[in-house]
């Protein structure tokens, strides 16, 4: 059987992106860990954009379920700042 080798490649990035975005947003749960996931997210900003506007041309799903876990993240950041 013929596997694309970039089409597996990019699912494989895509999983991982997955894996780390959802391990991020359980740390985000622990306000010590705050100040270095916002360090971390600065640092990899253009990255992050990179890879949001790869899935925004895909569409679908994927866009919306990327969107949904940096919204998740983010969302997390905030309230574990205010306190929540």
């Known amino acids: 059987m013929y596997y694309d080798n970039f089409a597996v ?3 494989m990035a ?3 992106c997955v894996k780390s975005l ?3 947003t359980r740390l985000a749960c622990n306000p010590e860990c705050i100040s270095t996931l916002v360090d971390g997210l600065a640092s990899s900003l253009a990255a992050i954009l990179d890879v949001a506007e790869h899935h ?5 799903s994927a866009a919306t379920g990327f969107d ?3 919204r998740c993240l983010l969302n997390q950041i905030v309230k574990v700042s205010r306190g929540r």
């Not at 925004?56 to 679908?60: K, L, S, V, Y």
């Open 9 to 11: 490649s990019d699912k």
């Open 22 to 24: 959802e391990t991020l």
């Open 68 to 70: 949904r876990l940096v």
């Open 56 to 60: 925004q041309d895909g569409g679908g």
């Open 14 to 16: 895509e999983d991982e």
